[in-house]
């Protein structure tokens, strides 16, 4: 059942890349962006690392968890993954950085909630998902500045 989890992780991030590739070469590349953007590169390997944890964080809390206690953790997480897959289509799909913030508000919402809920099943899962919250901290400011530079 890990493999199963992790897969599913990597495919909302496949799904992801789907719609944000062809933004990439003419959009992306053309909208002024702030000092500290990583390179390119730093994306898709950050975003696997992310998603092979989110999976085991859904595995340990499938796995643990009493079947009636799964219900509530395992909606949020699959809602989250979906508003990740959201995203990339407000931001690069819509070519919009200011749809982008506003999903990815609500993304940051629901890992929160997503967080809190896998912690009262797993502790262990609940820290899984901190570098997540971290990551999209970080990609919610850099969203911000994209948005206001290119306003």
Known sequence: MLLVFVVICLAAGRLGA?????????????????????????????????YVTMGIAAWLVWKTAERGELRLPMTLFFGQLVINVLWSFSFFGQRS?????????????????????????SRAAGWLFLPYLLWLGYAGALNFAIWKMNA
């Open 97 to 121: 950085p200011f749809l982008g913030l506003i999903c990815l508000g609500a993304l940051v919402l629901a890992v929160i909630l997503t967080t809190i809920a896998f912690t009262r099943v």
């Open 18 to 50: 789907a719609l944000t590739e062809p933004a990439l070469e003419g959009w992306y590349r053309g909208l002024a962006k702030p000092f500290w953007t990583p390179p390119d590169v730093v994306f898709p390997v950050a975003w696997s690392i992310l």
